[in-house]
Nanobody, 119 residues
Framework: QVQLVESGGGLVQPGGSLILSCEAS????????MGWYSQAPGKQRELVAT???????RYLESVKGRFTISGDNAKNSVYLQMSSLKPEDTAVYYC?????????????WGQGTQVTVSS
């Protein structure tokens, strides 16, 4: 059974930093594109950052220069380094793994981890 387990969320003051981690099990990590999504109360889930199995990255405009996504194939893990956090970054952050085989889309989600930015 595929599992994505996030950790590292919490309460942080504006301007602070957090590192989110997502460990995947039962998938061959390097075959998947990995992403972090956020969902604030009353809002739709949105893509924050992605990293392809080739190492290419893409970011939501509002987090560029502040967040960094990285992966570790050996640990089957993906990370989101978050710095210069703002109150508007407050959300539940979800890890996603996706692989498009053409005839089938494998799409997995973690349970989410809460990030609260507040003084």
């Amino acid at each position: 059974q595929v599992q994505l387990v996030e950790s590292g969320g919490g309460l942080v003051q504006p301007g602070g930093s957090l590192i989110l981690s997502c460990e995947a099990s039962a998938i061959t990590f390097r075959f998947y594109a990995m992403g972090w999504y956020s969902q604030a109360p009353g809002k739709q889930r949105e893509l924050v950052a992605t990293i392809t199995n080739g190492g290419g990255t893409r970011y939501l405009e509002s987090v560029k220069g502040r967040f960094t996504i990285s992966g570790d194939n050996a640990k089957n893990s993906v990370y989101l380094q978050m710095s210069s956090l703002k109150p508007e970054d407050t959300a539940v952050y979800y890890c996603n793994a996706v692989r498009n085989l053409g005839w089938r889309l494998d799409d997995y989600w973690g349970q989410g981890t809460q990030v609260t930015v507040s003084s």
